[in-house]
């Protein structure tokens, strides 16, 4: 009796170690892992190299600054290499506190960064000959910068 115990617990557990293991076809992801569907599912204003999602939501957000109103969003870009580089860009009615966080960079400095700034906008750039879109933060603190680019757009203006 003890044997047939014994085989059948050890039965049941290779079960489970085995099921546990297996992906059934399912992607895994490992935390560190921000792919642009999950991205775009989560609502983030997204730019993935190609195309910019969500758009309206950063100029919502800019116009809600404008307003005085607290409003908080989330930009998703990606490297060359399809790394995600997130900003979560927060306005409290007076200042706009800007988190960027590059820890799945592999290739630039992993690290999380905190930024106070005062003024959004956007404006048109020129490079290559060719005009873009690009969202910006100015007026922040401890940056010798004068903007800081929140995204551009991937495609020229037309």
Not at 57 to 67: E, R, T, W
């Amino acid at each position: 009796m003890k044997k047939y115990i014994c085989v059948s617990l050890l039965m049941l557990i290779a079960l489970i170690v085995i099921n546990g293991c297996s992906s059934k076809g399912q992607q895994q992801t490992s935390p560190n892992e921000y792919p642009p569907d999950k991205a775009v599912q989560n609502g983030d204003v997204l730019n993935n190299r190609a195309k910019v999602f969500n758009e309206e939501k950063l100029v919502n957000f800019i116009k809600n600054v404008q307003d005085g109103k607290q409003d908080k969003i989330r930009v998703t870009g990606y490297t060359i290499e399809s790394d995600a580089i997130i900003q979560d860009l927060k306005y409290d009615g007076k200042q706009i506190e800007r988190i960027e966080d590059t820890t799945r960079d592999k290739f630039g400095s992993q690290d999380i960064t905190k930024t106070t700034c005062s003024k959004i906008g956007e404006e048109i750039v020129e490079a290559g000959g060719n005009k873009y879109k690009q969202y910006y933060l100015s007026q922040c603190n401890g940056i010798s910068a004068s903007k800081i680019s929140i995204l551009q757009s991937p495609e020229p203006l037309k």
